[in-house]
């Protein structure tokens, strides 16, 4: 069983700044991919970024500039720095782990960017 446990999210006001963690434990030994995703209420879930193994990013083009994902293997970790957040940021992340085919997903973290 793997277990994610994701930590960060609340409310805060455009411009603003958050933290998102995601950290992995159980039978997960080689974790080639993390990432987070997001939904907004209905809307589809999408992607924010990615980092795999050998520390290459990618990033939506609304977050560019904005956010920054990084890892910490030794901790099974990602971490999702969000600035300058917008109300368009406001969603529900998502945090995914794994190596192809095999991922798992976090329960989710609510932000919610309001004034």
């Known amino acids: 069983q793997v277990q994610l446990v994701e930590s960060g999210g609340g409310l805060v006001q455009p411009g603003g700044s958050l933290g998102l963690s995601c950290a992995a434990s159980g039978s997960i030994f080689s974790i080639n991919l993390m990432g987070w995703y997001r939904q907004a209420p209905g809307k589809q879930r999408e992607l924010v970024a990615t980092i795999t193994s050998d520390g290459s990013a990618n990033y939506a083009d609304s977050v560019k500039g904005r956010f920054t994902i990084s890892r910490d293997d030794a901790k099974n970790t990602v971490y999702l720095q969000m600035n300058s957040l917008k109300f368009e940021d406001t969603a529900v992340y998502y945090c995914?782990?794994?190596?192809?085919?095999?991922?798992?997903w976090g329960q989710g973290t609510q932000v919610t960017v309001s004034s």
């Open positions: 995914k782990v794994g190596t192809w085919p095999r991922y798992y």
